[in-house]
């Protein structure tokens, strides 16, 4: 099994940052097989990938958060992060980390992740 566990959400004013973090554990993880992404989901809208990262630390973002956020890996803690800069209202959301098993392949789509954690909110008002 894979736990994920959130933090660092919270409230903000348009223009601002926020760092989340993800604490990756559990006897079925092991981060050199995973890909691990975040999403997030607004109220009365689906869910959506925001970011995701490769073994080799390439990264896929959204369009919508393209030159604004930052994913990173920590391979020696497991944790993964998501920097949040020049926030604005409509990044308004829960926010999730999620983990898929991909073995020796690479993340693809932002489709099947297996495994996500609760949930950190992030509100930024105007």
């Known amino acids: 099994q894979v736990q994920l566990v959130e933090s660092g959400g919270g409230s903000v004013q348009a223009g601002g940052s926020l760092r989340l973090s993800c604490a990756a554990s559990?006897?079925?993880?092991?981060?050199?097989?995973?890909?691990m992404a975040w999403f997030r989901q607004a109220p009365g809208k689906e869910r959506e990938g925001v970011a995701s990262?490769?073994?080799?630390?390439?990264?896929t973002y959204a369009e919508s958060v393209k030159g604004r956020f930052t994913i990173s890996q920590d391979n020696g803690k497991n944790t993964l992060y998501l920097q949040m800069n020049r926030l604005n209202p409509e990044d308004t959301a829960m926010y999730y980390c999620?983990?898929?098993?991909?073995?020796?392949?690479?993340?693809?789509?932002?489709?099947?992740?297996?495994?996500r954690g609760q949930g950190t909110q992030v509100t930024v008002s105007s």
């Open positions: 990262i490769e073994r080799d630390g390439s990264t």
């Open positions: 999620a983990a898929k098993y991909i073995g020796i392949g690479r993340c693809g789509s932002f489709q099947s992740f297996s495994y």
């Open positions: 559990g006897s079925g993880y092991n981060y050199g097989s995973f890909c």
